[in-house]
């Protein structure tokens, strides 16, 4: 079945630790986003691409970056985790026509220490 | 700007009876309205959506919502609820001009009791 998948579920990292989240899909969607989603909240937008188009949301902190090397794959970098950032990251892609709904990964759980 | 408002933090209803999560929207143009359903420890899931034509929308597992232009509400519904519906319900709004960027609302959890 066609799918985005998130690995990995679960990353313990350490305060100020980089880590990388990465995300695929086998939908062929052009679109792909990153939320950030804490304590069953709203989704925050990081990111989206269009195909390599990227746009980054006004508030996305400069310790989060994205990069989307082909279709299929996109990465979340997160440079130097605070506490703060400990929460949900979700990826989602969606089709060039018919609306843009979106469809989610399972998720990856962040947890800084 | 866009924006979507869900004014109930939690719903509850018991098992075979309707349920309707609310959810009102502003936003410039014509809208794309959608439903997604989470469950715990997992991403979103897509209900249904409206984009134009007939104002009652169906989607995945009964669900259905309806849109209303001059109230500017796309509520949620379903004739009769299972205890496995009890999960977290996002409404969502996107412009038909504004692109790719998505507009969710705060969330509603529904509780559906046996």
């Known amino acids: 079945d066609a799918m985005v998948i998130q690995n990995p579920r679960y990353q313990v990292t350490q305060f100020g630790k980089p880590v990388t989240l990465s995300c695929s899909q086998t939908?062929?969607?052009?679109?792909m986003y990153w939320y950030q989603q804490k304590s069953s909240q709203a989704p925050k937008l990081l990111f989206h691409?269009?195909?390599?188009?990227?746009?980054n949301e006004a508030d996305t902190p400069d310790n989060f970056q994205s990069r989307r090397p082909n279709t299929s794959f996109c990465f979340l970098d997160i440079r130097s985790p605070g506490l703060g950032d400990a929460a949900m990251y979700l990826c989602?892609?969606?089709?060039?026509?018919?609306?843009?709904?979106?469809?989610f990964g399972p998720g990856t759980r962040l947890t800084v220490t | 700007a866009q924006s979507v408002a869900q004014p109930e933090d939690q719903v509850n209803v018991a098992e075979g009876n309707p349920l309707t999560v609310k959810c009102t929207y502003s936003?410039?143009?014509?809208?794309?309205l959608f439903w997604y359903v989470q469950y715990p420890n997992r991403g979103l899931q897509f209900l249904l959506k409206?984009?134009?034509?007939?104002?009652l929308v169906k989607g995945s597992y009964g669900f259905e919502a309806e849109f209303n232009k001059s109230q500017t509400s796309f509520h949620l519904k379903k004739p009769s609820a299972l205890v496995s519906d009890s999960a977290l319900y996002f409404c969502?709004?996107?412009?038909?001009?504004?692109?790719?960027?998505?507009?969710f609302g705060a969330g509603t959890r529904l509780f559906v009791k046996a």
């Open positions: 989602a892609t969606s089709p060039m026509t018919g609306g843009y709904e979106q469809y």
């Open positions: 409206y984009i134009t034509g007939d104002n």
């Open positions: 939908l062929n969607h052009n679109v």
């Open positions: 936003v410039s143009g014509n809208p794309y």
């Open positions: 691409y269009y195909d390599k188009d990227f746009n």
């Open positions: 969502a709004v996107s412009g038909n001009t504004g692109g790719f960027k998505t507009i």
